[in-house]
């Protein structure tokens, strides 16, 4: 079954490289002289906020970079562990500091029991999972007698206490939120296999691991984006690290970002069938919604990550028929919508699109769906965040101010 992932992931890498031949490959990076003059959009579209080695996007060829290396090579090649090595330490591992990284990971998984105490308190069905993770970082960073700590060293290793400990963090709060009693993490699992382990409490089987590991893989990082740049904010002000965290899982939870991926479903839900996708989609556009899951600041071509987790969407609902109608409307609602808006308006399916089908196949809640995203996405917070670090300047931009500047202040009795 692995195969037959590494198969698919190797099928999408030659059909995003045919798809987008026609672009022109990037020039090489060269050193940025400061300042750069950019014209900038709202939304900062468009705007350079620093230089990094860490991973790179290119919207017209859909391509996703981390370090150098392809997101389908490392999709089917390395796994979550690594990836974050890579990310973290600009470089793939020898085999001992793999052995030495994943090992740390391992002491690391285990989050105080105190914290467990307050998210069972304070955790209820309703509370949003993302809400909670946030809260949960936070006691972390209470309880973490180094969190003030802010050298590149110190902040490493929160970095990595932190990414051992999301998946650990998030496990828990899918339990408790039904009020199940958290699991230990096991020491014989991979950290996809800890994932999937801490939340439902079962060993998870190959494929499961496997394709978490991918998801994991596909979202550890995304160059700018909303809750990378809100963390390196945060950490510029040299705040501590779990600060910066608690800020960027605030930021991944909405749905223009992070939390596109459970209203995916919601809407997928809504549809009910394949049948219904062309006239959802035409009061869709006529109440001037968007599509979730759907369109990109930066690709304008196919999303290389949507383009792995779409077959693997169709693999998994193979494996679990109880999905294959949410897998054809997803399917169906691809084709409208790139009909009617992938040419005029570059849109096309983005990472969230399949990641819900594919979750759900899986037989994980939708309310889990964006803590994944932050379980793999705390990598690349982290690991733009140190870089930032070495060579800091608090992050401080402008607004053009466009309301009046001599306005008389009037008594309050005196207002109409
Ligand atoms: N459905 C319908 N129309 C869309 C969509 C969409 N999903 N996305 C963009 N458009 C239209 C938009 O209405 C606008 O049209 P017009 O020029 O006629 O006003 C045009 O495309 C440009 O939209 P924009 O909002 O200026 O573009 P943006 O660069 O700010 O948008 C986006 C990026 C991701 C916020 C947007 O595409 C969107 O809202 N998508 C749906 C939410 C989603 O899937 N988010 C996940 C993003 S990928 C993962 C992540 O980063 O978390």
Same mark, same amino acid.
């Given at each position: 079954?692995?195969?037959?992932?590494?198969?698919?992931?190797?099928?999408?890498?030659?059909?995003?490289?045919?798809?987008?031949?026609?672009?022109?490959?990037?020039?090489?990076?060269?050193?940025?002289?400061?300042?750069?003059?950019?014209?900038?959009?709202?939304?900062?579209?468009?705007?350079?906020?620093?230089?990094?080695?860490?991973?790179?996007?290119?919207?017209?060829?859909?391509?996703?970079?981390?370090?150098?290396?392809?997101?389908?090579?490392?999709?089917?090649?390395?796994?979550?562990?690594?990836?974050?090595?890579?990310?973290?330490?600009?470089?793939?591992?020898?085999?001992?500091?793999?052995?030495?990284?994943?090992?740390?990971?391992?002491?690391?998984?285990?989050?105080? %029991? $105190?914290?467990? &105490? *307050?998210?069972? =308190?304070?955790?209820?069905?309703?509370?949003?999972?993302?809400? /909670?993770? #946030?809260?949960?970082?936070?006691?972390?960073?209470?309880?973490?007698?180094?969190?003030?700590?802010?050298?590149? %060293? $110190?902040?490493? &290793? *929160?970095?990595? =206490?932190?990414?051992?400990?999301?998946?650990?963090?998030?496990? /828990?709060? #899918?339990?408790?939120?039904?009020?199940?009693?958290?699991?230990?993490?096991?020491?014989?699992?991979?950290?996809?296999?800890?994932?999937?382990?801490?939340?439902?409490?079962?060993?998870?089987?190959?494929?499961?691991?496997?394709?978490?590991?991918?998801?994991?893989?596909?979202?550890?990082?995304?160059?700018?984006?909303?809750?990378?740049?809100?963390?390196?904010?945060?950490?510029?002000?040299?705040?501590?690290?779990?600060?910066?965290?608690?800020?960027?899982?605030?930021?991944?939870?909405?749905?223009?970002?992070?939390?596109?991926?459970?209203?995916?479903?919601?809407?997928?839900?809504?549809?009910?069938?394949?049948?219904?996708?062309?006239?959802?989609?035409?009061?869709?556009?006529?109440?001037?919604?968007?599509?979730?899951?759907?369109?990109?600041?930066?690709?304008?071509?196919?999303?290389?990550?949507?383009?792995?987790?779409?077959?693997?969407?169709?693999?998994?609902?193979?494996?679990?028929?109880?999905?294959?109608?949410?897998?054809?409307?997803?399917?169906?609602?691809?084709?409208?919508?790139?009909?009617?808006?992938?040419?005029?308006?570059?849109?096309?399916?983005?990472?969230?699109?399949?990641?819900?089908?594919?979750?759900?196949?899986?037989?994980?809640?939708?309310?889990?769906?964006?803590?994944?995203?932050?379980?793999?996405?705390?990598?690349?917070?982290?690991?733009?965040?140190?870089?930032?670090?070495?060579?800091?300047?608090?992050?401080?931009?402008?607004?053009?101010?466009?309301?009046?500047?001599?306005?008389?202040?009037?008594?309050?009795?005196?207002?109409?």
């Amino acid at each position: 079954m692995s195969k037959e992932v590494n198969e698919l992931i190797k099928q999408a890498a030659i059909k995003a490289k045919q798809e987008t031949d026609d672009e022109p490959e990037p020039g090489l990076t060269s050193e940025i002289e400061w300042p750069v003059e950019v014209k900038i959009g709202r939304g900062l579209e468009g705007a350079i906020a620093t230089t990094t080695k860490i991973g790179y996007v290119n919207g017209a060829k859909g391509w996703l970079v981390y370090q150098g290396y392809n997101c389908f090579d490392l999709a089917e090649k390395s796994n979550f562990e690594e990836t974050c090595y890579l990310l973290l330490f600009g470089k793939l591992p020898t085999d001992k500091e793999l052995r030495d990284f994943t090992e740390k990971l391992t002491e690391y998984r285990h989050i105080p %029991e $105190a914290t467990l &105490d *307050v998210l069972q =308190k304070v955790v209820t069905p309703e509370t949003h999972p993302m809400s /909670a993770l #946030a809260t949960g970082v936070s006691i972390l960073g209470n309880l973490d007698s180094t969190a003030d700590d802010t050298s590149v %060293e $110190a902040e490493t &290793d *929160v970095s990595i =206490k932190l990414i051992a400990q999301l998946a650990t963090l998030a496990g /828990a709060i #899918a339990r408790i939120r039904h009020g199940k009693d958290p699991v230990d993490p096991d020491p014989e699992l991979s950290h996809a296999g800890n994932f999937l382990s801490l939340m439902t409490g079962q060993k998870p089987d190959e494929v499961l691991e496997r394709i978490m590991d991918v998801a994991l893989i596909l979202h550890a990082d995304h160059g700018m984006n909303a809750s990378t740049f809100t963390t390196m904010v945060v950490n510029s002000s040299l705040s501590d690290m779990y600060s910066s965290v608690v800020a960027g899982i605030g930021s991944l939870k909405g749905p223009l970002h992070g939390g596109a991926n459970e209203r995916v479903l919601y809407d997928l839900q809504e549809i009910g069938s394949a049948d219904n996708v062309e006239s959802w989609f035409k009061e869709v556009r006529e109440t001037k919604r968007r599509v979730m899951g759907f369109g990109h600041r930066v690709y304008k071509a196919y999303d290389p990550r949507a383009r792995i987790l779409g077959p693997i969407a169709k693999l998994m609902t193979d494996r679990n028929p109880k999905f294959k109608r949410l897998y054809e409307t997803a399917i169906k609602l691809e084709e409208v919508v790139t009909r009617e808006l992938g040419a005029e308006k570059k849109i096309f399916p983005n990472v969230d699109f399949y990641s819900g089908t594919v979750y759900r196949a899986m037989g994980i809640e939708i309310a889990m769906f964006t803590p994944i995203f932050a379980v793999s996405r705390i990598a690349g917070w982290t690991a733009r965040a140190l870089e930032y670090l070495a060579d800091n300047r608090l992050f401080r931009p402008r607004a053009v101010y466009t309301g009046p500047i001599k306005a008389e202040y009037v008594p309050i009795d005196k207002r109409s």
